[in-house]
T-cell receptor, first 113, second 114 residues
């Protein structure tokens, strides 16, 4: 079945550091890929998405590129801020008509000033 | 309006109570979802409604009963819950039908079962 594997957390970085959160997936066909962010006490917000190979999703300084050859969708940001502290979920949606999102386990990110 | 709203924000109930969670969206989305999220875990899908019909039930116990009165509203009726049902309950909506359509999540209802 479909699955998403995220790097283990928690991740702690200093402000202005470079961020990478790894995400790899297993799915048949051509899934769509998403990064969601969850701030403390809130629901999930879509951060970015990519729908086909080599697409790059970007938002708020975050980027991720859909790499079909390595089945990866790693999240990156060049300079993190304290306000980026949250839990980040990688997710996929596979095949037309399949309404299910498959989530990774989530990576808790803490940025220290 | 790109928002999914959920009420109440917090709910405390006893194991013999009956309560309902409500979700509303005005984005014209045709698919709506209920998720359960335990602490430090990803959301787990419970139910999917597509065009107001229940399309997916992830083997959820019958003490959880979903209802979709119209395309904008989604309810989750709760009865005889157990303490282990305490969690954050998230509602989401999407255009539905196209694999790349993202899901928009509400802020959730934090449920505590005593």
């Amino acid at each position: 079945g479909d699955s998403v594997t995220q790097m283990e957390g928690p991740v702690t970085l200093s402000e202005e550091a470079f961020l990478t959160i790894n995400c790899t997936y297993t799915a048949t066909g051509y899934p769509s890929l998403f990064w969601y962010v969850q701030y403390p006490g809130e629901g999930l917000q879509l951060l970015l998405k990519a729908t086909k190979a080599d697409d790059k999703g970007s938002n708020k300084g975050f980027e991720a590129t859909y790499r079909k050859e390595t089945t990866s969708f790693h999240l990156e940001k060049g300079s993190v801020q304290v306000s980026d502290s949250a839990v980040y979920f990688c997710a996929l949606r596979a095949n037309f008509g399949n309404e299910k999102l498959t989530f990774g386990t989530g990576t808790r990110l803490t940025i220290i000033p | 309006d790109t928002e999914v709203t959920q009420t109440p924000k917090h709910l405390v109930m006893g194991m013999t109570n009956k309560k309902s969670l409500k979700c509303e969206q005005h984005m014209g989305h045709r698919a709506m979802y209920w998720y359960k999220q335990k602490a430090k875990k990803p959301p787990e899908l419970m139910f999917v409604y597509s065009y107001e019909k229940l399309s997916i039930n992830e083997s959820v116990p019958s003490r959880f009963s979903p209802e979709c009165p119209n395309s904008s509203l989604l309810n989750l009726h709760l009865h005889a819950l157990q303490p282990e049902d305490s969690a954050l309950y998230l509602c989401a909506s999407s255009q539905g039908g196209q694999r790349y359509n993202e899901q928009f999540f509400g802020p959730g209802t934090r449920l505590t079962v005593l």
